[in-house]
Structures are given as C-alpha cells and as structure tokens.
C-alpha cells in the first residue's frame, strides 16, 4: 500500500537548522511532484516548497525562500527539506505529499529558545 512515512522533526532554536525527510513506498516514486505542505496550530495548511519527478525545478514560497532547500533521491524514495535560519514562524507540522493524492502523517517542527 502507499506510504509516505516523515521523519526528522525536532525542537531547535531561533536561528537553527534541521533537515526533515520523507520516505515513499508503494507507488512510483520517480513519476510524482512531491510537495512539502505545513500547518501550524490554529492555521490552515501552506505550501512551502515543490521538486519535480527529477529533481531539476524546485520552487519555494515566498516565506522560506533562500533558506529552506528541497531535494529528492530517486534511487532511494526520498525526498528532503533542508531548513535553515529557522523562526519561530516557522513552527508546524510538516507534511509531504506526491501531487496532493498521497500524504504523509506529519512530523513536528518547533523553533523556540
């Protein structure tokens, strides 16, 4: 069946980094967009950052731009987000998700001193 399984969520401080993963079984990977989406408490979902099946074209909201960098290993089913000069904005629950028909259970980032 199809899995998407995050991990590498953490409490970190203001300023920090942290790299969260994702890790896709059951269907083929290699086909699929894969997106990072977040929700922190009390707010809707937002998209944070997109690669294509090969991992040639990322895109990035707005707010996490030249400091969040998405990445893929085909070979391996997985795909990364690498988050750097952390906020505490930044705080949520992570989710991946190919194309926005298979998600993943979300793991928790929280950026706080």
């Known amino acids: 069946q199809v899995q998407l399984v995050e991990s590498g969520g953490d409490l970190v401080q203001p300023g920090g980094s942290l790299r969260v993963s994702c890790a896709a079984s059951?269907?083929?990977?290699?086909?699929?967009?894969m997106n990072w989406v977040r929700q922190a408490p009390g707010k809707g979902l937002e998209w944070v950052s997109k690669?294509?099946?090969?991992?040639?074209?990322?895109y990035y909201a707005d707010s996490v731009k030249g400091r969040f960098t998405i990445s893929r290993n085909n070979a391996k089913n997985m795909v990364y987000l690498q988050m750097n000069s952390l906020k505490s904005e930044d705080s949520a629950l992570y989710y991946c998700?190919?194309?926005?028909?298979?998600w993943g259970q979300g793991t928790q980032v929280t950026v706080s001193s």
């Open positions: 998700t190919a194309t926005y028909t298979y």
């Open positions: 059951g269907f083929t990977f290699s086909n699929y967009d």
């Open positions: 690669i294509d099946p090969g991992g040639d074209n990322t």
